[in-house]
């Protein structure tokens, strides 16, 4: 009797512990797995809340393409002009792509997005030197002008609007651009002055009312007084804004590669062209008719501006989608999609890499010499004015292999509006334990340094001639000199060469 009570209790308790153990690893208050824990938190014998492990967010290309709409309503952060103690800046070299534009194709039988592109400060989006920007563009006979830039229209000026041209959308977002470059360096540093001279701004656009209407805005917004008399705009006439360093044949080829890849990517995504049957199927026109047409340009253009899909007019047959019939916005997602994907395959491939090296070498060399001369005048003291504000308003294609050159391709594709700026920094002499008043940091050129941001973002250490410089507390920034011998040698590792006329005359296999 007394044996069975006692096998009764320990049969209790037995089920006791079982269900306590249970509880325990229920509540995480004990590990379920050991050994997971002992390597998730090595020597620490803390015991620390458990975490979920998900995987990364998969691409959202509607996301994405809210980013490239780049809508000006939204407050924005940015880093420009942002400095340490006693630093002083000297120049400021900015590269941006035009504002929002009509598109450059029509999809075929669908009628066009109804935009005006008359400016209104009554109309939305708006910004407050709306106005008195429209009121100055009417004296734009007073400023100097390059080639045939002075025959082209200052401000966008169609009530319905016309391929390519410039939306009030894009004005209001460089004047805000501007507005912001303003606060950042003429009202924290004093680069320029209200009594500003014209060899102190450099100012190039192509031969595009939209990228001239988009740097006349910025520059409103910018300069602390608007002076058309001082105003000098010079033509750049290709969009590589490449000057007399044009002829690279190596460079057309790389090109000629890329295309090639891209167009495999292309007819190699099954649920792209099923997508392009579809579209077309709605539409009522031939695949390749579509296809053709680039309908991704229009589709932005309806999405950006917050319009409906493009809608079937016509209706040809019984068995054609009745008229009315629209493209959705998983048409679109889709061709969104498959652009992201082209990304992440041109960084892989690398032939995209090799074509925006030679691209974008000549912008880049004028870019470090004239920091070079900046730098070394700064030192002299010398009484040379040099240009220490310059602008060069310019287009995706120019930018986008700007990007891919400086290592910034995780960077995306520029979106309307974007910004690239490269700042010069002058960094404080270093007092030198009384042996001389003061002392240089170092000989040449070792206390200039500079910084690159993208869209208000600092990337300098992002960039391939800065990403493995090791920062201290001495030296924080980057050197100047590890820019100038990027440009002048080091980037065109890549090909092979050590020179761009070499790289640009070279076989290419």
């Avoid at 680069?191 to 990228?211: A, C, H, I, N, Y």
């Avoid at 602008?391 to 594709?413: I, K, N, R």
């Amino acid at each position: 009797m007394l044996a069975r009570n006692r096998f009764i209790m320990v049969l209790v308790v037995g089920v006791l512990l079982a269900v306590l153990s249970f509880s325990l690893q229920y509540l995480h208050l004990i590990p379920t797995n050991p050994v997971a824990e002992q390597r998730s938190h090595g020597k620490s014998r803390k015991r620390v809340s458990p975490v979920l492990h998900t995987e990364p967010p998969s691409p959202d290309p509607i996301r994405d393409t809210h980013q490239y709409c780049n809508y000006p309503n939204i407050t924005e952060h940015s880093w420009e002009g942002h400095s340490l103690a006693d630093y002083r800046l000297l120049s400021v070299q900015v590269m941006i792509r035009h504002g929002d534009r009509y598109p450059l194709y029509s999809i075929p039988k669908t009628k066009r997005p109804a935009i005006d592109c008359t400016l209104s400060d009554k109309r939305k989006p708006s910004h407050p030197l709306l106005a008195s920007f429209v009121n100055h563009m009417a004296l734009g006979g007073r400023g100097h002008w390059d080639a045939s830039l002075g025959s082209l229209p200052r401000l966008p000026n169609h009530s319905s609007c016309e391929m390519g041209e410039l939306t009030q959308t894009g004005v209001v977002q460089h004047l805000k651009n501007g507005d912001l470059l303003r606060q950042a360096y003429i009202k924290r540093h004093n680069l320029l002055t209200d009594d500003w001279s014209p060899r102190q701004l450099w100012v190039e656009t192509t031969g595009k009312s939209r990228t001239l209407q988009s740097g006349l805005a910025f520059l409103f917004g910018f300069l602390p007084h608007f002076d058309w008399s001082r105003l000098t705009v010079r033509q750049q006439w290709s969009t590589l804004f490449c000057g007399s360093s044009c002829d690279c044949p190596a460079r057309n080829r790389y090109l000629d590669q890329e295309q090639r890849r891209q167009y495999r990517q292309r007819i190699a995504d099954a649920e792209l062209e099923r997508t392009y049957v579809a579209m077309a199927k709605t539409l009522v026109v031939a695949t390749k008719t579509l296809r053709a047409a680039n309908p991704v340009d229009a589709l932005l253009c309806h999405f950006c501006h917050n319009l409906p899909f493009p809608c079937s007019s016509t209706r040809t047959t019984t068995n054609s989608p009745p008229e009315g019939a629209c493209l959705t916005l998983q048409h679109f997602a889709v061709i969104r999609r498959q652009q992201k994907d082209d990304e992440l395959e041109r960084r892989e491939a690398g032939i995209y890499r090799r074509y925006a090296v030679l691209a974008a070498h000549p912008y880049l060399n004028r870019t470090a010499a004239r920091m070079e001369r900046i730098a070394k005048g700064s030192q002299m003291h010398s009484g040379r004015e040099e240009a220490v504000f310059a602008l060069a308003s310019a287009h995706d294609v120019t930018m986008a292999p700007l990007l891919s050159a400086l290592g910034l391709e995780g960077a995306g594709f520029p979106r309307f509006a974007a910004r690239l700026v490269f700042e010069l920094w002058n960094s404080p002499d270093v007092k030198d334990n009384g042996e001389n008043e003061r002392k240089k940091r170092g000989k040449g050129l070792d206390n200039m340094f500079i910084r690159v941001l993208y869209n208000g973002e600092d990337l300098t250490f992002d960039t391939a001639f800065c990403r493995d410089h090791s920062r201290s507390i001495a030296q924080p920034l980057c050197p100047l000199g590890k820019f100038l011998s990027f440009v002048r040698r080091d980037m065109f590792n890549i090909v092979d060469a050590t020179s761009y006329q070499q790289a640009c005359h070279q076989t290419v296999l």
